[in-house]
């Protein structure tokens, strides 16, 4: 039985070491790759490690590039249509989960259903309403546009997290005086917060690596986020590898932050009313 055991722990440990690589292999080699020169890119000596490691790539990219100004432009963004779409999902959510109406049935099946409509289909009609609003080629017209994708999400993860939640908690709290909204705000949403959380960092994730409607919206070239001003440095077929790796590496940094330090909200945001008891 012991042999058994040691076999199957052998086994899982080398299937999970097999993924590990898959999954960070790509993220290596997007590293080394902008440590290396021009030169080291097209040779076969220092393929999986640079000899000797240079930054002129990042360099270059800081300083003879509108990548910072990129940088902050999805920052902007990715942040603003995040808390946007969060603090309209999760009052969605809620009234979803929680009160009960006519036709409730069919807005949270409508929900999902929504999030599922691929965003190339919604950008035409999206780019009329905001060139009719006065938002085209700006920050605030991708800020209005972000939630039509993440606002279907978060609600839908978030009324199953709030349907886990007793409701006699809320009972509770408004026999003893509060409001609806008020037991909302002062009981739910404490308890719901690593949801709210999990919701709202992948909004976040979806925001920030977001490319079609940042590429049709904009054309301010100062005005250009992050996936957008990337692509600017592949010119017909000759890609700007040194660049293009270099920006990714940056790029990257701040979701893998932003899970790492999230990461158990995450998992238990995902999990979250998937088992009734």
């Known amino acids: ?26 993220f290596y080699w997007m590293t080394i790759t902008s440590l290396k020169s021009e030169d080291q890119m ?21 300083t003879h590039t509108d990548f910072a100004v990129w940088y902050g432009n999805s920052a902007i963004v990715s942040m603003s249509s995040t808390l946007l779409a969060t603090a309209i999902g999760t009052l969605g959510a809620y009234a979803l989960a929680r009160l009960r109406f006519l036709g409730r049935a069919f807005m949270s099946s409508a929900v999902l259903i929504t999030y599922l409509v691929p965003p190339s289909i919604l950008f035409i009609p999206l780019y009329a309403q905001l060139r009719t609003l006065g938002l085209a080629d700006s920050l605030a017209g991708l800020i209005a546009a972000y939630p039509s994708f993440t606002v279907p999400f978060v609600t839908w993860l978030l009324m199953g997290y709030f349907e886990s939640i007793p409701e006699e908690l809320e009972q509770a709290a408004m026999i003893d005086g509060a409001t609806r909204f008020g037991a909302f705000v002062r009981v739910v949403l404490p308890l719901s917060a690593p ?6 960092l992948y909004a976040f994730t979806q ?16 005005l250009r986020t992050l996936p957008v001003g990337l692509s600017s440095f592949i010119t017909g077929d000759v890609y700007g590898w040194g660049f293009l790796m270099a920006g990714a ?11 790492m330090y999230l990461q158990r909200y995450m998992v238990e945001g995902l999990t979250a009313g998937s088992v009734k008891g």
Request: proline content about 5%; aromatic content about 14%; glycine content about 4%.
């Open 207 to 222: 925001a920030w690596n977001e490319f079609l409607y940042a590429l049709v919206f904009i054309t301010d070239v100062k």
């Open 249 to 259: 590496v940056l790029t990257t940094l701040p979701v893998i932050a932003a899970y």
């Open 195 to 200: 949801g709210v959380l999990a919701a709202g």
């Open 42 to 62: 097209r040779s076969l000596v220092s393929m999986f490690w640079p000899r000797p490691m240079v930054t002129e790539n990042y360099r270059q990219l800081l």
């Open 1 to 26: 039985m012991r042999g058994r055991e040691r076999l199957a722990a052998a086994v899982s440990y080398t299937f999970l070491l097999g993924l590990l690589v898959i999954v960070v292999f790509p």
